[in-house]
Nanobody, 126 residues
Framework: EVQLVESGGGTVQAGGSLRLSCAAS????????VGWFRQGPGNERERIAA????????YYSDSVRGRFTISTDAAKNTVYLQMNKVKPEDTGVYFC???????????????????RGQGTRVTVSS
């Protein structure tokens, strides 16, 4: 079983930057698809970014493309979400999730993850 722990959330002013981290234990990310998602107040989920660890293919939602970047540090077994030029509408609880077997499209299109973390809250003030 993979345990995922997010960190790096907090309050930031609009236009600022934040970097979220997702540290894995119990397994490495190798061969997995990893994604960042946002959960709203009604528990609705929204896709933010996802990538295939092995080949680096990545997806971004239209709302964050060009502002957010998903990346990984294999040595630290951690996936990051660099958030730049944040907007108030970026506010929410961000969680990372992984799909065993590297099925990136299934993770991205269908939220078909094997494990997920508890999330870290991001608040963007105007």
């Amino acid at each position: 079983e993979v345990q995922l722990v997010e960190s790096g959330g907090g309050t930031v002013q609009a236009g600022g930057s934040l970097r979220l981290s997702c540290a894995a234990s119990g397994s490495t990310f190798d061969g997995y698809a990893v994604g960042w998602f946002r959960q709203g107040p009604g528990n609705e989920r929204e896709r933010i970014a996802a990538m295939h660890i092995r080949d680096g293919a990545a997806y971004y939602s239209d709302s964050v493309r060009g502002r957010f970047t998903i990346s990984t540090d294999a040595a630290k077994n951690t996936v990051y979400l660099q958030m730049n030029k944040v907007k108030p509408e970026d506010t929410g609880v961000y969680f990372c999730a992984v799909r065993r077997g590297g099925f990136l499209l299934r993770l991205w299109q269908h939220y078909d993850y094997t494990y997920r973390g508890q999330g870290t809250r991001v608040t963007v003030s105007s």
